[in-house]
């Protein structure tokens, strides 16, 4: 199975709602990272949260890191059609060979 | 600043056929990182390059290989094509390795269909 994984694996919205994605990881942690996929597009990344951070913010972006229950969330703010995309987690191990390992995403629709 | 560049963007082969992917990463971005995007196992690391050194392998079959040269550009290469190598192979570059905490900066990726 994979590092981590989100939930829930799609979210319908309406303009103006919040949206939050979860994240749950197994292994020991660096950092995670917060990337946006538009349609048959690469990812863009969005936001890094360090293993020793709580919470951080990016303009609408609230990212939160729970390392005791490795657990990530990603809240976004009064969203907009154009955040319509998938979402995807990813960690970064704290030992040995690291790559950064994505989880199987969340498809964010959301409707004007 | 340009951008992360993968060409082709789109491909078909043959099966039993080989392919290769190129990826021009952004600027004074040493490290560059392979992956591969399917509907069934989502994203999937290949290989990490950095200063033209293999730093990272995933789990992948011998058929998979990669090579970075001097001015970190990178190719990535598959031979003997399998229906199941169909993806969308999405290159990635940062200005270090992968082992600190940078984030990717991606490419549009190389929409491979084997037929």
């Known amino acids: 199975s994979q590092q981590g994984e989100e939930d829930p694996q799609a979210l319908s919205i309406q303009e103006g709602e919040n949206a939050t994605m979860n994240c749950s990881y197994k292994?020991?942690?660096?950092?995670l990272q917060w990337y946006r996929q538009n349609s048959g597009r690469g990812l863009v990344h969005l936001i890094l949260?360090?293993?020793?951070?709580r919470e951080k913010h990016s303009g609408r972006l609230r990212v939160t890191l729970d390392t005791s229950k490795k657990s990530s969330s990603l809240l976004i703010t009064a969203s907009r059609a154009a955040d319509t995309a998938s979402y995807f987690c990813a960690t970064a191990k704290d030992t040995g060979r690291r790559a950064l390992t994505f989880g199987s995403g969340t498809r964010l629709q959301v409707q004007p | 600043k340009a951008g992360v560049t993968q060409t082709p963007r789109y491909l078909i082969k043959t099966r039993g056929q080989q392919v290769t992917l190129s990826c021009s990463p952004i600027?004074?971005?040493?490290?560059v990182s392979w992956y591969q995007q399917t509907p069934g196992q989502g994203l999937q690391f290949l290989f990490e390059y950095f200063s033209e050194t293999q730093r990272n392998k995933g789990n992948f079959p011998g058929r998979f290989s990669g090579r970075q040269f001097s001015n970190s550009r990178s190719e990535m290469n598959v031979s003997t094509l399998e229906l199941g190598d169909s993806a969308l192979y999405l290159c990635?570059?940062?200005?270090?390795?992968?082992?600190?905490?940078?984030?990717?900066?991606f490419g549009n990726g190389t929409r491979l269909t084997v037929t």
């Open positions: 600027s004074g971005h040493r490290s």
């Open positions: 949260i360090r293993s020793n951070e």
């Open positions: 292994t020991s942690i660096n950092n």
């Open positions: 990635a570059s940062s200005p270090r390795t992968v082992s600190l905490d940078s984030p990717l900066h």
